[in-house]
């Protein structure tokens, strides 16, 4: 039975599913800036009384990105 030679070389940690780190808020998802890559995001919630509107933003401290998620 031939082997991959790619598959050979791979090291145990590549077989490994992928990990946040200990230090995310997010443990149980896939979170990170897309803009530095950093997984340190904050949920900040904003209600506009005005409008009577709810907004939900992910927030990089790192980079000072910016992101609104559509809430319903």
Do not use: H, W
Not at 21 to 40: E, H, I, N, W
Request: charged share 30%.
């Amino acid at each position: 039975m031939a082997m991959n030679a790619a598959r050979y070389f791979m090291r145990r940690e590549d077989y490994q599913p992928p990990q946040t780190p200990a230090d995310s808020p997010f443990r149980r998802f896939t979170v990170s800036c897309l803009k530095c890559g950093s997984f340190k995001l904050k949920v900040i919630g904003e209600f506009d009384s005005d409008a009577g509107e709810l907004k939900v933003f992910l927030f990089c401290p790192l980079c000072r990105e910016r992101e609104q998620l559509p809430v319903r």
